[in-house]
């Protein structure tokens, strides 16, 4: 499966109506992404999130549609995004929603993972086509 790694830019944004949620530990963003390298594209999403009363634990689920450019194939895709931080479940799970892929990129499938380093967030793609 090839692999394609590379920079992005993100900005979580307070959602519309955002303030609904507001007490209730809920938290709604939305997503506005550039990615950088073998994968030139924009990323828009909404991110729904909870932080319990521990700082250290909270979860998030997010859906993405990224389009551009995949190593020279022109399309969109869409991720879905889970993270569990703290307990027993802790991770991230992202993945390219199968059948999202259009134009060059249809049949697109795979995972993303992501990390961050000195403020710096970079993805590595594992993708294929079927």
């Keep these: 499966m090839p692999a394609v790694n590379g ?8 959602a519309p109506n955002a303030s609904l949620t507001e007490g209730c530990g809920i938290g709604r963003m939305t997503l506005d992404k550039r990615y950088h390298g073998p994968l030139e594209a924009e990323g828009y999403g909404e991110f729904l999130s909870y932080r319990s009363a521990v700082p250290t634990s909270a979860v998030y689920v997010a859906i993405e549609k990224v389009k551009g450019t ?5 399309g969109s895709f869409a ?5 569990v931080m703290g307990g027993e479940y802790d991770g991230l799970r992202i993945i390219i929603v199968p059948d999202s892929g259009t134009d060059g990129l249809v049949g697109l499938r795979g995972k993303m993972d992501v990390r961050i380093e000195d403020g710096k967030h970079f993805y590595s793609l594992d993708y294929s086509f079927i």
């Design 7 to 14: 920079e992005f830019d993100v900005k979580l944004l307070p």
């Design 70 to 74: 995949l190593d020279g194939r022109h």
């Design 79 to 83: 991720l879905q995004h889970q993270g």
